[in-house]
């Protein structure tokens, strides 16, 4: 077990030792970075306790969201709420979906659900663009209607055994694909949101989000944007995903609402090209 400031300093003074190897600065900043992973652990359990103790779907619609059903009620100021008529529109058009599976199975609904969703609007339009861009079939050979035809009539416990996803399709693919790779970690083509956040657009974020057109738009109340900004640039919570999306919203807004020129209102050299 390693030694914190406090017991080194204590167990060479109690030895005699005329020359302590170490100061209590460097204590404070090892508290410092024990505090800092006990903040962290506890909203992430916050978090959790939050997502389990919903109902599979709305778990499922938490999960995908920046802002949760709570965020958004801080984050939304009253007027745009109001504007929005009903506070639980995309759950409610996730339960239509729900409703038109009759195996009475969660897995079916949720993978359903997904299919109408999330693949057209997140991945197939992202991931599946840019790697058929450099002739990389990624997901669509597996989007065959006869093939989605058959796996829905799978059943549930053949595409999810316990936590191991991708059931039947690994057992499938067993004799033909080496077990390091069939049996290795997902690993997906996400961008480095996270180190542009906390460096190269870390000043761009702050001033463009604080800007005053930008706070007169009505949709976000000021205060809640200013305080996920002070918890995320002095550690205290990772925001960088609703931040990203609060300035991405502020850029389209601007280029396709206000038709400011592209250039007055973001520089693309900013962000580096090599993801």
């Known amino acids: 077990m390693l030694k914190d400031g406090r017991e080194v300093r204590a167990s060479q003074m109690s030895s005699g030792s005329?020359?302590?190897?170490?100061?209590?600065?460097?204590?404070?900043?090892?508290?410092?970075?024990v505090v800092r992973v006990v903040i962290k652990s506890r909203e992430m359990e916050s978090a959790d306790l939050n997502n389990i103790s919903l109902d599979p779907i709305d778990r499922y619609l938490d999960s995908l969201s920046y802002f949760t059903a709570l965020g958004k009620?801080?984050?939304?100021?009253?007027?745009?709420?109001?504007?929005?008529?009903?506070?639980?529109?995309?759950?409610?058009?996730?339960?239509?979906?729900a409703s038109r599976v009759n195996t009475n199975e969660p897995l079916d609904q949720l993978l359903y659900i997904?299919?109408?969703?999330?693949?057209?609007?997140?991945?197939?339009?992202?991931?599946?663009?840019?790697?058929?861009?450099?002739?990389?079939?990624?997901?669509?050979?597996?989007?065959?209607?006869?093939l989605i035809d058959f796996v829905t009539k799978v059943p549930a416990s053949l595409k999810l055994a316990g936590t191991e996803t991708k059931h039947l399709l690994k057992r499938v693919a067993r004799d033909l694909i080496p077990s390091e790779i069939l049996d290795r970690p997902k690993q997906g083509f996400g961008i480095p949101i996270e180190q542009w956040i906390n460096n190269q657009l870390r000043d761009q974020i702050r001033e463009t989000l604080s800007e005053p057109r930008t706070r007169q738009r009505g949709y976000v109340n000021s205060n809640y944007v200013d305080l996920i900004l002070d918890e995320h640039h002095k550690g205290r919570r990772d925001h960088s995903f609703p931040l990203w999306s609060l300035l991405i919203l502020e850029l389209w807004h601007r280029r396709y609402i206000d038709h400011s020129p592209r250039t007055s209102d973001y520089e693309p050299s900013v962000v580096p090209a090599a993801v």
């Open 114 to 146: 997904d299919g109408k969703t999330y693949l057209p609007g997140d991945i197939l339009t992202k991931v599946d663009r840019m790697s058929m861009a450099t002739s990389l079939e990624v997901r669509v050979p597996l989007l065959d209607h006869k």
């Open 18 to 33: 005329a020359e302590p190897q170490m100061t209590w600065h460097v204590f404070d900043c090892k508290l410092d970075q």
């Open 73 to 97: 009620e801080s984050l939304y100021t009253s007027d745009f709420q109001n504007a929005l008529h009903t506070k639980d529109q995309v759950a409610r058009s996730f339960r239509e979906y």
